[in-house]
């Protein structure tokens, strides 16, 4: 599971993100996104049960748990396509509840999926400028008047390639989404979340699938993200790219939130181990989880 990717230079750590002693839903010094009381159930499972939480901003952030633990549900939550049973939740000091997805991403925090979401049978390009925000050409009565919407088309079109250039993928600017690489499909889902110019970026396993020749890209443009003023929160289940780039660590088990803190230290805290052996405590380690007894060899691996 793990892939011992390191970016291709040092990243330097934001420290200084919390305010007294790290642990489970401390306050932090600015906090981009709050979440209070939030709680999804479904049936009679308690898929989330979160009683606050603070993302803090200018940094990255890596939210992990075990499978089931509830991180994606909460991802959805947080960004409108779900609806909680409860609960209440701001994004730079405006709230989000009852507020759709597309309305959400209109204010600037942006998401991408597990499985990529681009469009199959449109071009990479095309899959971009329908990233951008503010489009003219989207009224239907202005879409035929194209002297009202041109200019600002050839200006999407030529930020699309600049993007696409950093990514790599402008070689691939009129190939259909569908047939990029699931490595390429995820480049191309990180690119078009840079095309509203977001304030908040939430990446779902950015990393998962991705052949190893990709993953140092992923991870390095994960890295350029805050070099240029965005805040990243992402899922991910590879403990040595978290060590490696995340500032600041929450855990999540059974839904709700367990340990936070710097990497090294969440990784050596009882209550994370706790998380990813759960039920397992005297069970054969045979017979335990096979992706969870590898994350257990890297919290291991980095206490000692």
Avoid at 38 to 53: P, S
Avoid at 81 to 110: N, Q, T
């Amino acid at each position: 599971m793990s892939s011992n990717v390191t970016p291709t230079s040092t990243p330097v750590k934001t420290t200084g993100l919390h305010v007294g002693d790290a642990g489970p839903g401390c306050r932090k010094v600015d906090p981009i996104l709050i979440a209070d009381n939030v709680r999804r159930t479904f049936g009679g499972l308690t898929a989330v049960d979160v009683e606050h939480v603070e993302v803090p901003r200018g940094a990255i952030t890596a939210l992990i748990g075990p499978n089931g633990a509830g991180k994606t549900t909460l991802f959805n939550l947080l960004t409108g396509f779900d609806k909680p049973d409860s609960g209440k939740w701001e994004f730079d000091g405006r709230s989000l509840a009852h507020v759709p997805a597309y309305r959400v991403a209109r204010m600037g925090l942006i998401r991408t999926f597990q499985l990529t979401k681009s469009l199959a049978l449109l071009t990479v390009l095309d899959n971009m400028k329908l990233g951008a925000k503010g489009q003219i050409g989207e009224n239907l009565f202005r879409s035929f008047l194209p002297f009202l919407w041109r200019k600002q088309d050839d200006e999407i079109e030529a930020k699309a390639l600049e993007i696409l250039a950093r990514f790599k993928l402008d070689t691939k600017k009129d190939d259909y989404a569908a047939s990029l690489s699931g490595g390429q499909r995820k480049l191309l889902e990180m690119a078009r979340a840079l095309m509203s110019d977001p304030t908040l970026v939430m990446l779902d396993e950015p990393m998962a699938g991705v052949n190893p020749a990709l993953t140092q890209s992923l991870l390095d443009h994960v890295l350029d993200l805050k070099s240029k003023g965005m805040t990243v929160l992402f899922v991910e289940h590879d403990m040595h790219m978290v060590r490696h780039i995340a500032d600041w660590v929450i855990v999540m088990a059974e839904g709700k939130i367990v340990a936070e803190g710097d990497p090294h230290l969440v990784m050596q805290d009882p209550a994370v181990i706790d998380a990813y052996l759960g039920a397992h405590h005297d069970a054969d380690i045979g017979t335990t989880d096979t992706e969870h007894v590898e994350v257990l060899k890297e919290l291991i691996d980095d206490e000692q």
